[in-house]
């Protein structure tokens, strides 16, 4: 669904990437709050399939629905959907256990693993820079996590074993990045979206025997909403991308540590230990080197580009 940018109006983007990353946050929220009674496959299929109405709408209305539906290799999305989905699946279980902002925390690492397993499965070069942001993003982890592994922890402890949850959760969503750059060399980005929604969904069915219960209206109420609210954020944070370039909004993914420490207070009695902020620090530092290496390369091309292309002047 991203294309090239339909004009540059930073504001509205940033606007619209901010309004997003709330609504991923409120989101998270609400499936926190159901934790406790719903499982986490039973929590994965209302998340997912609630918001296959408001993507096809979306979708339908810009003229795109065609590409949604079609696809060049279907074994990609089933990939995708497997190893997206357990990542879903394991963030839901750790938000069970862990405070909100800790897992909104520990999430941050998704950039410095993907460049790692970038490295191991695709061979690409990391450099002194991307060396450093790993390291730093790394510690920053070790940081995060040294709290909920050391001392009389183990594994039996709740907090420990969600916190193992969310960086498998973590570490799955670096798989997916890595793949879905393979995917978009042949799969329109709609046909993306709308085939792991709907893979999501039919993966999570398959946990129906294992337990999964008959909410109340309360309940059901907030696990269709996280579909819902899933969908809009989907489609506001994809938006934003036509307004301004990727490089300049993946700061604002950060915000969500102060949606998260906000809501997390109000709603959950929750608040962040100075050692997990510390680490979040790092970790935010060291995507931040990333995002300034790639933003940097990404100028090195075109200027590379311009002096090679005719059409550049």
Known sequence: MVKSLTSHRPMLAITLKVVAIGLFTGLSALIKEVSDVVPAGEAVFFRSFFAIPVIVVWLASRGELRHGLVTKKPMFHVWRGLVGTSA????????????LPEVTAIGYATPIFTLILAAVFLGERIRLVRISAVAIGLLGVLIMISPRLGGGAGLTEGATLGVLLVIGATVARGFVQIHIRRMVQSEHTAAIVF??????????????????VMPDGKTLALLIGAGVVGGVAQILVTSSYRFAPASMLAPYDYVSMLFAIVIGYIW??????????????????????????????????????SLTDPKGG
């Not at 394991?90 to 862990?98: D, H, K, S």
């Not at 039919?202 to 999964?212: E, I, K, S, V």
């Open 195 to 212: 085939y792991f929604s709907l893979t999501a969904s039919g993966l999570a069915l398959l946990t129906l025997p294992f337990g999964w």
């Open 268 to 305: 959950f009695a929750e608040l962040p230990t100075l050692v997990m902020l510390s680490g979040a620090l790092l970790v935010i530092a060291g995507n931040i080197l990333v995002v300034w290496r790639e933003s940097r390369l990404g100028l090195e091309r075109g200027k590379a580009k």
């Open 88 to 99: 879903m699946a394991m963030t839901f279980m750790g938000l069970a256990l862990l405070p």
